[in-house]
């Protein structure tokens, strides 16, 4: 019988993949936490023993943020605001294999997809999150939301 | 003595990610070559003196595993220590890579010092514990 899925497990595999990999420091925050901006949905299956889709959400000057922390250029680079739907992708993509090993350990059997992004509007998004098996909102330090749910 | 590497990974942020960890690590660098998939990296293979390759495994074209078993296949460059990077981290995964005969795996995300103690394990540069 498998682990329990939780929501502590996909808030702290988000928090530590967004900290070690593009140097963004977050906390959990709640679901009436407020999107500053346009938002970017990016999501990848898994398919083994637990199959599902986790998602991940953010904002577009989220976005660019990653970008430039995975580049190491500033925020308002152009290649940052060009790269920002891609550099979210790879951060689920690693999100994923933090998150599979968390909840199912290390000898688990679930193979991931590619992941896939595109623009999402609010209510939309509400709609995605609320109805998710499992769900978590953190914040970054400038307060951007970020979802994270799987369905 | 300075090292030439090969990233391959078919995206250009992983690949922007692997050089500037390689150039963070501590590590003398000669020359860090990219390719976007496994078919330009051996040609690039072919052409170049390079020490490690950093490979991703799902890449258009030619796949990391399709590269992987051309260079165990080519006398010339077979000797070449591959090291995958992968988001995906299960058993299953790693038994595949070992018969695939691949040198090691990193895991990602992954910092500097995993990269240095990496290579350093593949080409014989770990300092001796005397101890």
Known sequence: MGKMLDSDILSASVSQVLEDAAFIFTEEATEDLQWKDDILKSTIRYEGEESGTLCLAVNTLLAQNVAANLLGIEQEDEAAKSKAEEAVSEILNIVCGVFLESWLG????????????????????????????????LEDEEGNRIDVFVS | M???????DDSPIIRSVVSKCLAMSGLEIGSIFEAANGRVALDMLDDNWI??????????????????????????????????IS?????????????LGVSDFISKPFKPEKMKSVVDKLLGNEEINHG
């Open chain 1, 106 to 137: 290390k000898s688990n059997h679930c193979r991931m997809g590619i992941p896939s992004i595109c623009a999402v509007s609010v209510n939309q998004e509400q709609e995605a999150f609320r109805s998710a098996r499992c769900n978590a909102v």
């Open chain 2, 2 to 8: 300075a090292y030439n590497f090969l990233v391959v």
């Open chain 2, 51 to 84: 020490d490690v390759v950093f490979a991703d495994l799902n890449m258009p074209e030619m796949d990391g595993r399709e590269m992987i078993q051309e260079m165990a296949d080519n006398k010339m460059i077979d000797n070449i220590p591959v090291v995958v």
């Open chain 2, 87 to 99: 988001s995906e981290r299960n058993e299953d995964v790693l038994n595949w890579l070992n018969s």
